[in-house]
């Protein structure tokens, strides 16, 4: 099914690709080896529209919107699909089902959650990572702080039991994502308008909101859980490691990314760019310049330790 948003995206087919807990909207083109993109929140799949074409030529580009996100609807047992090993679980079997047995994952905010979660659970099909403004969800809660829950107050609102946060969210839903996004990009004028209405209508939508909440809860159980166990038990990414980073950002105790993501993965490298939060769509070119070699070196596991 088409959407106003598809029309940045030349070259790519819509479709629905089922697995059995997710009915996934998908969009996909290209050949070579296969790169999986992941939006975060409040977003949907719209927001690589600047990203993707420019790898449209050498690798197969598979868009999902999320899990719940956008127009891919949870279609198993809804109670706890919020899990990103769930997302990621059913992602992989999206992969697979598109012929897609090795890939690169490339994720942003809570997309970046699934991909890292993703490249822990399935080390032989994740070649390689690319994380856009994230750390671990342990190092996130670990470096919590007045200025934190300050600027990103919804990661507890959104955390709390059903129905609260989507009562609360339900009362002018327009409000609160264009609040949001302008807080993250510094300014609506910066987005598309087609990405914007596809960012507004997925989030006009009662069970959209409710599956973002559910993201939100799982980040404060157990992805936060999972994680620990993983931490605890030496787990680590075997696939070469991308980052980018909000400039100029630090976490708990003023650690830089780089440093706490050496700590999860054998080769780590990235930089800080300026834009904002909203990387994708605000430091497109910053992002490609490094993008595109690490995606040639790593294809199909190059540069795996």
């Not at 609360?168 to 264009?178: E, V, W, Y």
């Amino acid at each position: 099914m088409l959407r106003e948003a598809d029309a940045l995206f030349p070259g790519f087919e819509s479709r629905f690709v089922e697995t059995a807990e997710t009915r996934f909207a998908v969009l996909t083109g290209g050949t070579g080896p296969a790169v999986l993109l992941l939006h975060g929140y409040p977003e949907t799949r719209a927001c690589w529209h600047r990203i993707a074409p420019a790898l449209l030529g050498s690798h197969s580009v598979v868009i999902p919107d999320l899990p719940g996100y956008g127009e891919s609807a949870v279609t198993g047992n809804p109670e706890g699909a919020g899990s990103k090993r769930r997302m990621g679980q059913s992602l992989h079997a999206m992969m697979r089902g598109l012929g897609h047995d090795r890939y690169i994952v490339i994720g942003h905010d809570r997309g970046g959650r699934v991909a890292y979660r993703m490249a822990l659970d399935f080390p032989e099909a994740v070649t390689a990572l690319v994380s856009v403004t994230v750390v671990p969800t342990p190092e996130m809660w670990e470096g919590a702080s007045k200025a934190f829950g300050l600027g990103a107050w919804h990661w507890y609102m959104m955390a709390q039991p059903a129905p609260l946060p989507e009562k609360l969210m339900a009362g002018d839903p327009r409000f609160l994502i264009d609040v949001t996004l302008d807080k993250m990009v510094h300014g609506l004028d910066r987005l598309d308008p087609l990405a914007l209405a596809d960012y507004r209508n997925a989030f006009d939508r009662p069970d959209v909101r409710h599956a973002m909440c559910e993201d939100y809860r799982a980040g404060a159980t157990v992805d936060e859980a999972d994680d620990l166990a993983d931490r605890k038990n030496g787990r680590r990414i075997t696939a070469p490691v991308l980052l980018f980073w909000e400039e100029g950002r630090r976490y708990g105790g003023g650690r830089e990314p780089l440093d706490i993501w050496a700590d999860w993965a054998e080769n780590v490298t990235g930089r800080g760019l300026g834009g904002g939060h909203l990387l994708p769509e605000t430091g497109t070119e910053e992002m490609l310049d490094m993008l595109l070699p690490f995606l040639t070196r790593t294809a199909d596991g190059a540069g795996r330790q």
